[in-house]
């Protein structure tokens, strides 16, 4: 009988909709975050064991709370690539709870944790990661520039490649899995419960900096400024998912972080503890704060070109209780037209 094209609405929800294809009470979010807890639980269980035996070892079970506040694989006699393995393992029992709770519990695809299309925006999500990349190197030479003393060549050919193999695999794994719970499960979540985007967006920030208390960068750097710093962050990849209406961007960006952080440079006081590239001495944490502020912000400037972005008015729209609208076609990704 002919066919029509899909078209762009004025406004889309498609983000936040997608939760709506499957049960969203109260509290199945609560028992879906305590799935979580118990796959993180049980993701943490290779690497507790070998500090508990070298606490047992050692006969001095503060090992444990020394290697939790430091991180310093060496402790407990693990080589850096060993222990970096076994910590973003943790993160793959995570992401199982993660998945379990949204099939089974919340009777939904894990593709809604992303987007509404039923399907993921691939080139998203490595243009985001190459872009931030990019601007983290560009930024990084900037600083090395300005302070060539603090940055120390430690290239080791074995050791490098392995790092190179584990961080290209499990490091997609750890940062999606923070971009899939936080700001897309989570930020839904708080979305359709209380209908502001606004809310959603500083909530799962602050939940997003509260995950991160534990980093010894916390210790290293101060409380306040890493919260401001983490909340920060969180709020940018918050707002990139809101005005692209899909979570893509946003794990690409997060990837491309650690990648930086675990394989080009690291620092004395890093989650990230690695035979990285390049060794940091301790950076200024108020430099780094505001590198990350600039970059953010040129990202955003790069990205709304990229994507023709000019539904900012988004970020503050309620969020509607009911699928209106159709799901936008991607400037990159044309869909074809369908049949009726």
Known sequence: ??????????????????????????????????????????????????????????????????????????????????????????????????????????????????????????????????????LGILAETVSWAINPEAYHWQFEATSFFWLLIIALILIPFQASFEELFVRGYLMQGIGLG?????????????????????????????????????????????????????????????????LFGSILITFEGSALQTPALIKLDTPDVQIMLYMMILTAIVFVFIASKKYGWNMWNKLNAPVRSTPTGVPMLDEDEPDHTQSI
């Open 194 to 258: 209380t209908g502001s985007r606004v809310f959603a967006m500083i909530t799962s920030s602050l939940i997003f900096a509260g995950l991160h208390l534990m980093n010894p960068e916390i210790a290293a750097f101060g409380l306040a400024s890493m919260v401001t710093y983490y909340v920060l962050v969180g709020l940018f990849l918050a707002i990139i998912t809101v005005v692209d209406d899909g979570l893509e961007l946003a794990m690409g960006v997060h990837t491309a972080t650690n």
């Open 1 to 134: 009988m002919g066919s029509f094209p899909y078209f762009r609405p004025q406004t889309t929800d498609m983000f936040f909709q997608a939760a709506n294809n499957g049960s969203n009470s109260w509290w199945q979010y609560l028992i879906g975050t305590f799935i979580v807890v118990i796959g993180y639980t049980l993701g943490q269980v290779p690497l507790g064991l070998v500090v508990v035996w070298a606490a047992n070892q050692r006969g001095d079970i503060s090992l444990v709370n020394e290697f939790t506040e430091s991180v310093d694989f060496s402790l407990v006699g693990l080589n850096e690539n060993v222990g970096f393995s076994l910590a973003l393992i943790t993160f793959l029992g995570a992401l199982l709870g993660l998945w379990i709770a949204i099939r089974y519990l919340h009777n939904r695809s894990f593709t809604t944790l992303i987007n509404g299309l039923g399907r993921i925006r691939w080139s998203r999500f490595f243009w985001g990661a190459g872009i931030w990349l990019g």
